[in-house]
């Protein structure tokens, strides 16, 4: 497993999207067995999640993220603590032992509520539930999305909302776009063929279908297991969002759904998989 830190001078960096160095821990047995520094070159917070991605980043940890970064980071497959703060060492080791607490996107008004990190010390296979790369964005794109923007960083202002008019996020309202490569995977397959061959300034409505979207929600993905399984699991309470481990020992995102005096469920769908998503997409700015 390795854990990203937002680094400066020994401490959590507080804001991920300025964040201009990284420290990088390998962590084996739940120990953690090297570390090491690296620069991010000035990347924009959408570019971070591609950095990270590429150095095999299973986790990060930092101070400070908006709902853009937090929402690149999970098209790259990569889990969230947000909200640490203090020595970055420090923070590490109180992932491992199960006592960091995740604030989630603490920098806007996005819609995820922040929940526990903790793992509940069991390595649990999840039926072949793929967190990492497309699968946490409802599959690959089923072609190679082809346009005019394909390869390149785009910057778009977007505001989604649900069948029923309620608004589940928004960038205007956080007043930072949204920085990604586009036709690079960090995002949902039916926004990028949305922006793909959009000109700077031009304004898009889009309706998606949740293949378009996180996929439609799997029954495979809901698991039930004793109380006596999980060490920790009788403090968490339904509708909590937890992490348990996969046989590869990465932490797998899901959510408390059932829980009585002898059993727990879990779901590990994304939190919006089956859903119809509405977006109005503004192309910002096109960097290269």
């Given at each position: ?15 991920f999207g300025h964040t201009e160095t990284f420290k990088l821990y390998e962590v084996e047995g739940g120990k953690v067995v ?33 709902g853009g970064a937090q929402t690149a980071l999970a098209e790259r497959g990569i889990e969230l603590c947000a909200g640490a ?17 995740n604030t989630g996107a603490n920098c806007d008004h996005h819609h995820e509520e922040g929940h526990s990190c903790h793992d ?169």
């Amino acid at each position: 497993m390795k854990i990203a830190v937002t680094y400066e001078n020994g401490e959590v960096f507080q804001h991920f999207g300025h964040t201009e160095t990284f420290k990088l821990y390998e962590v084996e047995g739940g120990k953690v067995v090297s570390s090491e520094l690296i620069s991010s070159n000035g990347s924009g917070h959408g570019a971070l999640a591609g950095l990270l991605a590429d150095r095999a980043v299973n986790l990060v940890i930092c101070g400070g993220i908006g709902g853009g970064a937090q929402t690149a980071l999970a098209e790259r497959g990569i889990e969230l603590c947000a909200g640490a703060s203090g020595s970055a060492d420090e923070a590490v080791e109180a992932y491992l032992r199960g006592e960091l607490v995740n604030t989630g996107a603490n920098c806007d008004h996005h819609h995820e509520e922040g929940h526990s990190c903790h793992d509940h010390g069991e390595d649990h296979g999840c039926g072949g539930h793929d967190e990492g790369g497309c699968g946490s964005c409802g599959g690959c794109h089923g072609s190679r999305l082809e346009g005019r923007n394909v390869g390149k960083t785009v910057r778009t202002h977007y505001r989604g909302t649900f069948n029923d008019g309620t608004q589940f996020d928004s960038s205007y309202d956080r007043g930072e776009p949204l920085e990604f490569v586009c036709g690079a995977g960090m995002m949902i397959p039916g926004y990028d063929a949305a922006v793909a061959n959009m000109e700077v300034g031009q304004t898009v409505q889009v309706h998606l279908m949740p293949a378009e979207a996180y996929g439609e929600s799997d029954p495979e993905a809901v698991y039930t297991f004793e109380l006596s399984q999980l060490p920790g699991a009788e403090a968490v309470s339904v509708g909590q969002r937890v992490y348990l481990r996969d046989p590869y020992g990465q932490p797998v995102p899901v959510t408390v759904i059932a829980k009585d005096e002898t059993t727990i469920t879990f779901d590990a769908n994304h939190e919006m998989a089956g859903k119809e998503l509405n977006f109005t997409i503004e192309l910002v700015e096109v960097l290269d």
